[in-house]
């Protein structure tokens, strides 16, 4: 088992399905060290079945992977086959990839999430079909202690300090 001062000496490795058709170079069928984060120390990492999120110790954000729906969180790139930092102006410390989206949490409590809103999973309030391919603060969630959280496929659940549930899409 790692903690987290392990996770940061471990290289990241990604494996691409074969035949994949998101794989941004074509099938990798063969683990190898994910280039552009070496000297980064990594601290958290999501993997959803099209794209992968990290976090760093000083608490920036690197995606990269399929673009479709806006859910690397940068416009006009339709596949990123190397990490690119992501605009989140907040040091974060929670992040979570889900399907077509992607949500974070930063150290002062606030959630941002970016991508496919077909449902609602970005917790807008809205379910428009459209997509928000940039961070963007989902304004009815603001926790100062969050004790665990998931996003998975359309759904997005946190549970924080006092015993708090919320969910959205």
């Known amino acids: 088992m790692f903690t987290s001062s392990h996770i940061s000496t471990l290289p990241i490795i990604t494996i691409t399905k074969p035949g994949h058709p998101d794989s941004c170079e074509g099938a990798v069928i063969?683990?190898?060290?994910v280039d552009g984060l070496?000297?980064?120390h990594i601290v958290l990492i999501s993997a959803a079945k099209h794209h992968t999120v990290v976090a760093t110790d000083n608490g920036e954000v690197w995606s990269w992977g399929s673009n479709r729906d806006g859910r690397l969180g940068?416009?006009?790139?339709?596949t990123q086959p190397t990490p690119r930092r992501v605009s989140v102006k907040q040091r974060v410390?929670?992040?979570?990839?889900a399907n077509k989206h992607t949500v974070v949490l930063t150290s002062g409590g606030t959630v941002?999430?970016?991508?496919?809103?077909?449902?609602?999973?970005?917790?807008?309030?809205?379910s428009d079909s459209g997509c928000n391919p940039t961070p963007r603060i989902v304004e009815s969630v603001k926790v100062r202690r969050v004790l665990t959280w998931v996003c998975v496929v359309w759904v997005c659940m946190f549970?924080?300090?006092c015993i708090i549930c919320m969910c959205w899409a």
């Open 159 to 161: 549970l924080g300090m």
């Open 30 to 33: 063969h683990p190898r060290v």
């Open 38 to 40: 070496a000297r980064r």
């Open 112 to 126: 941002f999430s970016w991508g496919a809103n077909v449902d609602g999973q970005l917790g807008y309030g809205t």
């Open 74 to 78: 940068y416009p006009a790139v339709d």
């Open 93 to 97: 410390v929670g992040i979570a990839a």
